[in-house]
């Protein structure tokens, strides 16, 4: 397989464990989850389904406070009428000069209204939730932050999660 010039194969582990160490972190562990995760079946076509959105690109929008970059394990609510120009992104892990350009490559909030309007899909939550991703602590990640996300994720009554990740 031939490889584009301009589209390089990026090493995410060395990258990682690079933006780790400038931070002042041990090498990084990676996870390693032994159970499977619980699937839910969708229990009514996506046309009739509310979807919330869970983001770990970094996305805030103006006027919140921004992300720290050493173990954040804060979130942010976007609401999903939201302008796309009044929405900012930070992050340690990531070239953001594409996310900061158009939001939507980390954020797909305008792909996801205009799968409202064409049916695809019935609503989107009022709320997307985001956070910034590369958390080294899974400690802190999974005592701290999954449980207020999987929290008010059921209070926004939804049917499905869009997970993006970065």
Request: hydrophobic share 40%.
């Amino acid at each position: 397989m031939s490889v584009e010039p301009d589209r390089e194969p990026v090493d995410y582990i060395a990258l990682t464990r690079e933006a780790y160490s400038r931070l002042g972190y041990r090498p990084y562990r990676w996870a390693s989850n032994e159970d499977l995760p619980s699937w839910v079946p969708l229990r009514k076509p996506l046309s009739e389904a509310r979807l919330g959105m869970i983001a770990s690109g970094g996305i805030y929008r103006n006027g919140q406070v921004a992300f720290t970059h050493k173990d954040d394990v804060t979130h942010r609510e976007i609401p999903t009428d939201v302008d796309t120009r009044d929405l900012r992104v930070t992050h340690f892990a990531y070239d953001q000069t594409d996310a900061r350009q158009d939001p939507n490559v980390i954020f797909p909030i305008d792909t996801l209204r205009t799968l409202v309007a064409e049916g695809t899909v019935g609503e989107l939550a009022a709320l997307a939730l985001t956070f910034m991703g590369g958390i080294y602590s899974q400690r802190r990640l999974g005592s701290e932050l999954i449980p207020v996300l999987v929290e008010r994720t059921l209070e926004l009554e939804v049917d499905a999660v869009l997970l993006v990740p970065v």
